[in-house]
């Protein structure tokens, strides 16, 4: 199994930055695509990025390129998503995820942000 627990959100005005940290523990964790995913009030909840242990391969949504960056700190654990130019929109919990592609998928308990206007 895997345990993941984010830190790192509160309450931002617009056009500010936060920086998320997901820090992650179990087994064969190397195995994992680490990503970000949130969920707004009354939506779904919608892919972020991702990043994975080994390499230099990032992925993003196309709402947030070039604002956010995910990055990995192979020693802590630990992955991050760095946040600027915050919009209103970007409102949501923000949840960590670890995907071994292919079997179960582990959710941290999530992080909120609010960006007020």
């Known amino acids: 199994q895997v345990q993941l627990v984010e830190s790192g959100g509160g309450l931002v005005q617009a056009g500010g930055s936060l920086r998320l940290s997901c820090t992650a523990s179990?087994?064969?964790?190397?195995?994992?695509?680490m990503g970000w995913y949130r969920q707004a009030p009354g939506k779904e909840r919608e892919f972020v990025a991702a990043?994975?242990?080994?390499?230099?391969?990032?992925n993003y949504a196309d709402s947030v390129k070039g604002r956010y960056t995910i990055s990995r700190d192979n020693a802590k654990n630990t992955v991050y998503l760095q946040m600027n130019i915050l919009k209103p929109e970007d409102t949501a919990i923000y949840y960590c995820?670890?995907?071994?592609?292919?079997?179960?998928?582990?959710w941290g308990k999530g992080t909120l942000v609010t960006v007020s206007s």
């Open positions: 995820n670890a995907d071994p592609r292919g079997g179960a998928n582990y």
């Open positions: 179990g087994r064969a964790l190397s195995r994992y695509v």
């Open positions: 990043i994975r242990w080994t390499g230099v391969n990032t």
